[in-house]
């Protein structure tokens, strides 16, 4: 924090806040790092999913077809750009997308994008997805608010769709100190849209003629941190991934750990599955009394919030929810100490009596 620090007190005293020099460098450094052609910095995670759906396309009317266990964040940023979100199941063994239920989805109604998640820092079977989607001429947004600096098949997540987003909440494995978001894209167009886009439509000063624009940009003070952080990217994810190993190890027979010890997971959430929701909830009060945090991520599916009811008549998705009945949150999070994780692996050993 102090180094940080240090760097954000030389941005403050050079008097430019919005739009400047650093956040011309991030872009250019997480460009070069995932190795995509351009990227450009926003508010934050949402903003960038609903500019890069408008970049993609998307009208007022048209569907967009995502998973409904993420957190409403895809679906919120559809519905705010006046499109129809629409679900489709995920995989048992990952929790995002599943290809063959895309497959079917879109063969049956084209949508006009489609959004995949890269759930908890497992990159999702994101080759056979854009397959599916180039297939079809459906864009593909990756939305990679948890997969800063996962990879597969030699190339990061980000980079395999028209598109992809991410988000710098200070929880994620590449984080800010406040909100700020990027969208990365290969495509000169799409990068070419959002950059108009983020600035109220303006094709020059003052002259907004790209319809739908916003206000919505990376201000100097993100991007100093976000410079310093990405440089220690690949660094905090092997610690997740090395903490994650020893939580494999410590979990009772009959916990799975949502968890692939290879650069394709950064292990941005640390998320057991119980056998029951009653297991589940009973495991959640043993670690409450050992003092170990935990939450559930995430707890309703999409198409059961009351805020989506007007999209969700008729969807039935089993497996989004009976994983949301059965999945838990523990501390994962390079900043833990070895006796915080040894803490933290002997009350999940302790587990197997209650479990």
Same mark, same amino acid.
């Given at each position: 924090? +102090?180094?940080?620090?240090?760097?954000?007190?030389?941005? &403050?005293?050079? =008097?430019?806040?919005?739009?400047?020099?650093?956040?011309?460098?991030?872009?250019?450094?997480?460009?070069?790092?995932?190795?995509?052609?351009?990227?450009?910095?926003?508010?934050?995670?949402?903003?960038?999913?609903?500019?890069?759906?408008?970049?993609?396309?998307? *009208?007022?009317?048209?569907?967009?077809?995502?998973?409904?266990?993420?957190?409403?964040?895809? !679906?919120?940023? !559809? &519905? !705010?750009?006046?499109?129809?979100?629409?679900?489709?199941?995920?995989?048992?063994?990952?929790?995002?997308?599943?290809?063959?239920?895309?497959?079917?989805?879109?063969?049956?109604?084209?949508?006009?994008?489609?959004?995949?998640?890269?759930?908890?820092?497992? /990159?999702?079977?994101?080759?056979?997805?854009?397959?599916?989607?180039?297939?079809?001429?459906?864009?593909?947004?990756?939305?990679?608010?948890?997969?800063?600096?996962?990879?597969?098949?030699?190339?990061? %997540?980000?980079?395999?769709?028209?598109?992809?987003?991410?988000?710098?909440?200070?929880?994620?494995?590449?984080?800010?100190?406040?909100?700020?978001?990027?969208?990365?894209?290969?495509?000169?167009?799409?990068?070419? $849209?959002?950059?108009?886009?983020?600035?109220?439509?303006?094709?020059?000063?003052?002259?907004? *003629?790209?319809?739908?624009?916003?206000?919505?940009? /990376? +201000?100097?003070?993100?991007?100093?941190?976000?410079?310093?952080?990405?440089?220690?990217?690949?660094? =905090?994810?092997?610690?997740?991934?090395?903490? /994650?190993? $020893?939580?494999?190890?410590?979990?009772?027979?009959?916990?799975?750990?949502?968890?692939?010890?290879?650069?394709?997971?950064?292990?941005?959430?640390?998320?057991?599955?119980?056998?029951?929701?009653?297991?589940?909830?009973?495991?959640?009060? !043993?670690?409450?009394?050992?003092?170990?945090?935990?939450?559930?991520?995430?707890?309703? #599916?999409?198409?059961?919030?009351? %805020? /989506?009811?007007?999209?969700?008549?008729?969807?039935?998705? #089993?497996?989004?929810?009976?994983?949301?009945?059965?999945?838990?949150?523990?501390?994962?999070?390079?900043?833990?100490?070895?006796?915080?994780?040894?803490?933290?692996?002997?009350?999940?050993?302790?587990?197997?009596?209650?479990?």
């Amino acid at each position: 924090m +102090d180094a940080d620090l240090a760097l954000v007190s030389r941005t &403050v005293h050079s =008097g430019w806040f919005v739009l400047g020099s650093q956040v011309k460098a991030f872009e250019a450094e997480f460009a070069a790092y995932l190795g995509a052609r351009d990227a450009v910095g926003v508010g934050n995670g949402t903003d960038a999913l609903m500019l890069a759906m408008r970049a993609v396309g998307v *009208e007022p009317g048209d569907r967009v077809v995502m998973a409904a266990n993420a957190g409403m964040y895809s !679906a919120a940023a !559809a &519905v !705010a750009v006046g499109a129809v979100p629409e679900w489709v199941d995920v995989l048992p063994s990952r929790g995002s997308l599943d290809p063959a239920a895309l497959a079917d989805h879109v063969a049956q109604s084209k949508p006009a994008a489609v959004v995949v998640t890269h759930l908890y820092g497992l /990159m999702a079977e994101v080759e056979q997805i854009s397959q599916i989607c180039q297939a079809a001429g459906v864009p593909l947004i990756e939305d990679c608010a948890q997969a800063a600096g996962a990879s597969a098949g030699g190339r990061f %997540a980000g980079t395999w769709g028209d598109c992809a987003t991410f988000s710098f909440y200070p929880t994620k494995n590449l984080a800010a100190w406040g909100d700020a978001g990027a969208v990365v894209s290969n495509s000169e167009a799409i990068v070419d $849209r959002v950059r108009r886009l983020h600035q109220y439509g303006w094709t020059s000063r003052y002259r907004a *003629e790209i319809p739908y624009g916003v206000n919505s940009r /990376m +201000d100097e003070i993100q991007a100093t941190v976000l410079r310093a952080r990405l440089t220690r990217l690949d660094e =905090g994810n092997q610690r997740r991934r090395s903490i /994650m190993s $020893r939580y494999v190890a410590a979990a009772p027979q009959g916990v799975r750990v949502f968890f692939e010890d290879s650069t394709a997971c950064v292990a941005h959430l640390s998320v057991l599955v119980f056998g029951s929701e009653q297991e589940r909830d009973n495991a959640r009060t !043993a670690l409450d009394a050992a003092n170990v945090a935990t939450d559930v991520h995430y707890p309703i #599916p999409d198409y059961r919030q009351p %805020a /989506m009811a007007a999209y969700s008549a008729g969807v039935d998705l #089993p497996t989004t929810q009976d994983l949301a009945r059965r999945v838990l949150t523990i501390p994962c999070f390079p900043g833990l100490t070895d006796v915080e994780v040894d803490q933290v692996c002997l009350a999940l050993s302790s587990l197997q009596a209650e479990v």
